[in-house]
């Protein structure tokens, strides 16, 4: 198929992009002691350079004691912190790019470092699990609220074009939507999707608030979590919608919709995928992703397991008809920041198997 639904410009608000192409975000633990170097401006300037449409970065962290599980994973908060995140702002610019942070707060999700005292809804990792913490109090959720709103604010300080809040893959503000780790029965807590939902309303509302109308606000979500590949938080349309448009009236302006393999679909009677579904339900923009241009899925990747280069027919396919607007490119770009360049001039005989090794530099 024509590659061209790929490469034109998508405009909302004040995020003008020249083509449809989003890096996705993934975690680089490239950054030491929370501060990310100039080998991390590098790398993603280079991504910038190659024709990436928008960069949304690695998570980092918000201005709470266990935010993150990874000392080498970067911070969002701290004068050295957001002087290197400026740098990074300052080389994407350069290169013509544009860039989002993806503003994180793990939660219970257990990790290589213990920072701090974990934040947690009811004390647990997973479904079916013992509690191992104390659940957050409402003055632990109310300063996660603002540091989320700080971090907003720094972000459109420091120049960034958007942010992203990652609430999806079983972190902290997944964790609230799950019936599996959220059993609280107060305001925060609920039998309903829209009454878990309340938390990442409110971080929606105060990341509105720190960056006025104009600023482009991005959530990230999934069904699915790390702790459990098949659960499902909305198992009908119906759900869905009562999950997403809250979100939407409380600020998201752009649904990042993660799955395993984009081509999918998320309920039985139609092929729309989750993307899909989001934009059919609330009228908002949407970003799919899950194993773009590669032939296996990202999980089996921590495995050891490679991928080969996959046909892109079915994704400009759905593209062209308006199915979603935006593509999130994990790995691919992980491997060859060159990939946008290739893909663009017809050069597939030039893409790259994606290796496990990659995983372990910045290219």
Known sequence: MAIDALFKPFEFKSLKLPNRVVMAPMTRSFSPGGVPTDDVAAY???RAENQVGLIVTEGTGVARPASLNDAKVPRFHGEK???GWKKVVDEVHAAGGLIAPQLWHVGAAKGPDQLGKVDSPSGLSKAGGNPFTEPMTDADIA?????FGQAAADAKRLGF???????AHGYLIDQFFWPGTNVRADKWGGPTLGERGRFAAEILKAVRAAVGPDYPVIIRLSQWKQQDYAARLATTPQEMEAWLQP??????????????????????????NFAGWAKKLTGAPTITV????????FIAAFGGEGSQPASLDRLLERLERGEFDLVGVGRALLQDPEWVVKVHEGRN????????QALGVLY
């Open 247 to 272: 979100l939407a009236d409380a600020g998201a302006d752009i649904f990042h919709c993660s799955q395993r393999r984009f081509w999918e679909p998320e309920f039985e009677g139609s092929d729309l």
């Open 161 to 167: 074009d958007a942010v992203e809040l990652h609430g």
């Open 290 to 297: 899950g194993s773009v241009g590669l032939s296996g899925e």
């Open 143 to 147: 300063d996660t609220i603002a540091a």
């Open 44 to 46: 993603y300037r280079r």
């Open 349 to 356: 005989g030039e893409l790259q198997n994606f290796e496990r």
């Open 81 to 83: 912190e957001l002087a």
